[in-house]
């Protein structure tokens, strides 16, 4: 069965906080995604990757750093958390820019 | 970028109804997909449909597709509790290059 896991489904943080969000696949895809959903604005895309070592920013990549070391393995990086970063953060992956995505189970992040 | 925009924003409808929902869109697309998702979860991808394609079946989903109006729609028959859910439909961005692009999708309640 295919899957996208991420490392945590709740993280609690405080402000000033480094917090690191780890997102895995197993469908050996190209590409992975990061996305925050917030009420009202629906999925935001923050950044992606179509190959290691190489990152494209998004929509809203301020307050955000990404890493891919290895194919399988894509890294959300928040410097310093902020109370406008509490949101559900989803991580997906494809095979190709135009197909199907499939979506991690979602980490709740919560900055204090 | 360009977006999907469904309608309406929620739905409330009994068990054995029919539930439809509907996505309008920007420019000229190859493909687009809805997906669903449930409260709390990440997305699941549910269905595809081609830009040569007028409608496409799986299960109880129905999905057709116009592209001189730029809109699609999603169909539920029969629906069940467990469609209780949020829907979203995705296009490719405007480059070949772009990811995804995510509407804000209908709330779909189920009432048993």
């Known amino acids: 069965d295919v899957k996208v896991t991420q490392s945590s489904r709740y993280l609690v943080k405080r402000t000033g906080e480094k917090v690191f969000l780890e997102c895995v696949q197993d469908m050996d895809h190209e590409n992975m995604f990061w996305y925050r959903q917030d009420p009202g604005l629906g999925l935001r895309l923050i950044y992606f990757?179509?190959?290691?070592?190489?990152?494209e920013k998004g929509d809203i990549p301020e307050g955000y750093s990404v890493s891919r070391e290895k194919k399988e393995r894509f890294s959300l990086i928040l410097e310093s958390a902020s109370t406008n970063q509490t949101s559900m953060y989803l991580c997906a992956s494809s095979s190709g820019t135009r197909n199907e995505q499939f979506f991690g189970p979602g980490t709740r992040l919560t900055v204090l | 970028s360009q977006q999907g925009e469904e309608d309406p924003q929620a739905l409330s409808i009994q068990e054995g109804e029919n539930a439809t929902m509907n996505c309008s869109y920007k420019?000229?697309?190859?493909?687009l997909q809805w997906y669903r998702q449930n409260s709390g979860r990440g997305l699941v991808h549910l269905i595809l449909?081609?830009?040569?394609?007028r409608e496409k079946h799986s299960g109880r989903l129905r999905v057709t597709l116009d592209t001189s109006k730029k809109s699609s729609s999603l169909l539920i028959t029969a629906s069940r509790a467990a469609d209780t859910a949020s829907y979203f439909c995705a296009t490719p961005g405007f480059s070949g290059n772009t990811p995804l692009v995510f509407g804000k999708g209908t709330r779909l309640s189920v009432i048993a």
């Open positions: 990757s179509y190959d290691v070592k190489m990152k």
């Open positions: 449909i081609r830009s040569n394609e």
């Open positions: 420019t000229s697309i190859n493909n």
